[in-house]
Nanobody, 127 residues
Framework: QVQLVESGGGLVQAGGSLRLSCTAS????????MGWFRQAPGKEREFVAAVSWSGGSTGSTRYADSVKGRFTISRDNSKNSVFLQMDSLKPEDTANYYC?????????????????WGQGTQVTVSS
């Protein structure tokens, strides 16, 4: 089993930045692909960003079109952590953000492809 704990959410004005963190525990972080998803009230959980496993380097990354150029996903395998740097935030980015993990070296984007999920951290962007 892998336990995921997100942190870093909060209230920010439009145009501001936040950095979300997700720390994994329970098993080795090795060979796990990681992803960030978000869910706004009344909407489906949607893909935000993903990063593959790649040894000592960050690995391949992919982003939803809505966040491309504004959000950056990264990982620190020595700390069993993955991060989401969110810049130029917009009110439509308001959602509960979830970290997810699956044991594979591939890049995974569908939410159904992940086995483990955190409890989420709320991000609210005011206009």
């Amino acid at each position: 089993q892998v336990q995921l704990v997100e942190s870093g959410g909060g209230l920010v004005q439009a145009g501001g930045s936040l950095r979300l963190s997700c720390t994994a525990s329970g098993r080795t972080f090795g060979s796990y692909a990681m992803g960030w998803f978000r869910q706004a009230p009344g909407k489906e959980r949607e893909f935000v960003a993903a990063v593959s496993w790649s040894g000592g380097s960050t690995g391949s990354t992919r982003y939803a079109d809505s966040v491309k150029g504004r959000f950056t996903i990264s990982r620190d395998n020595s700390k069993n952590s993955v991060f989401l740097q969110m810049d130029s935030l917009k009110p439509e980015d308001t959602a509960n953000y979830y970290c997810a993990a699956v044991r594979t070296i591939s890049l995974v984007t569908p939410k159904g492809g992940y086995d483990y999920w955190g409890q989420g951290t709320q991000v609210t962007v005011s206009s």
